[in-house]
Structures are given as C-alpha cells and as structure tokens.
C-alpha cells in the first residue's frame, strides 16, 4: 500500500515568514500534484511535478520534486494571512493507476 | 468555463435510505474519479470510471456502494442502506485524458442520521 506522509500536520505562523511542507513516501511516484483545499470545498489544484528534481515556482510558492521521485516539498516565501488553508499532496503511482494517493495534509494558519 | 459540478452539496440520509451523489465532470473530460473523505483522515480513492465503463474500483466497499458514468448525464454514486459511518465527504473529480491531472468539485457533504 503506497502512502505519503506530510509534514508538519499544523501550521502557526506569522504574515511575512517563510515555511516548507514536506512530503514524504517509501514509494515511487510518476507525478506528484498539490492542492489547496478551504473549509466546505474541493482541493485545487496547484502544480503538478513529473521529472525527479524538478522545480516549479508560483508567484510565492516553490514546489519541487525529489530525484527520486518519492519526496517534495511546498515552500512558501513571506507568507500571508490569504495563504491559510489545508495543503494536500497527492501522488499517482506508477505502471498506469490513475488513482491518487493522498497524504493527510498540512493545516497553514497564518496570523495578521 | 464551468468547473466540475456536484450535487446535492449537502444530503442528510437516515440509515438504512439510499443516497445519490451525483457528478458532471468538466467539458471536454470523459474520466471520472470519485474520492470520499472522512473526518481527519485524508481523501481515499473509490472509483475511476470512463464513459460506461468502471475502470478501477478497487477503493469501493464491496457492498452497498456503486457507481455508473453512463452515456448521457452524470456520472452516479449510490450507496443503499447508509449506515453512520458513511457520514462523509464525497469528491468527485475529472481529467480530459488517463493520466492527466485531476480537477475537483466541491463535493457533496453526506450526514447519515
């Protein structure tokens, strides 16, 4: 069974600083997505990363995606308070299951 | 340019009801997800179904749980005789093509009474 495991659960933090998520997996993934879920709605999606190694960046939001395709990471530079929600991440295995795989996410509070 | 569209939003079910979640997925998307997610925990994977075709169904509980995507309309998530622990919620999401990224709706919010 392929889980992913995010990293830290909470999040308290003030506007302006910076953090990093983490997720992590024993196991390989062709493509890792993240998403933003609000209370009463649907995780959005952010980025999806496919190559190990690759590096995506969102306005404030660097994602990238470990060289062994089993890890990656969110970082968010000055955050703030429109950042708060629930960071998912979710990976698709390999040899052609299109289901995802998600970790249990990592609820960002950030204080004005 | 509509998102993907599930209702009901809310249902409230008394057990042993059946419940209908419907899905229609984004224009142009023939792939259909659904995903159910319990109090914290994370989304599980139930369903991956194509035009009038299951594809995987390895996340569905063998029983009381189905679910079609016909030809015309939405793609359909029943659950007969709902029990408490269903109470949940129950996301659906489509993609244009196998493997391609999944977008999600904004779900539909399952209290069995």
């Known amino acids: 069974t392929q889980l992913l495991e995010q990293s830290p659960q909470f999040l308290s933090i003030q506007e302006g600083e910076n953090l990093t998520v983490y997720c992590n997996s024993s196991?390989?993934?062709?493509?890792l997505q993240w998403y933003r879920q609000e209370p009463g709605e649907g995780p959005v999606l952010l980025v999806t990363?496919?190559?190990?190694?690759e590096v995506k960046k969102l306005k404030r939001l660097t994602f990238q995606f470990g060289d062994a395709r089993k890890d990656s990471s969110l970082h968010i530079t000055a955050a703030q308070p429109g950042d708060t929600g629930l960071y998912l991440c979710a990976g698709a295995s390999q040899g052609g299951s299109e289901k995802l795989v998600f970790g249990k996410g990592t609820k960002l509070t950030v204080n004005p | 340019n509509a998102g993907v569209m599930q209702n009901p939003r809310h249902l409230v079910r008394r057990r042993g009801q059946e419940a209908r979640l419907r899905c229609s997925p984004m224009?142009?998307?023939?792939?259909v997800y659904w995903y159910r997610q319990l109090p914290e925990e994370g989304l599980k994977f139930m369903v991956y179904l194509q035009k009038e075709n299951i594809i995987d169904e390895s996340g569905m509980p063998k029983e009381r749980f189905s679910a079609e995507f016909p030809k015309e309309g939405p793609s359909i998530l029943r659950i007969q005789q709902v029990v408490r622990g269903d109470s949940a919620a129950y996301f659906c999401?489509?993609?244009?093509?196998?493997?391609?990224?999944?977008?999600f709706g904004p779900g539909t919010r399952l209290t069995v009474l």
């Open positions: 196991s390989v993934f062709s493509s």
């Open positions: 224009k142009g998307h023939s792939h």
């Open positions: 990363v496919v190559t190990g190694g």
């Open positions: 999401a489509s993609s244009p093509d196998r493997g391609r990224e999944q977008f």
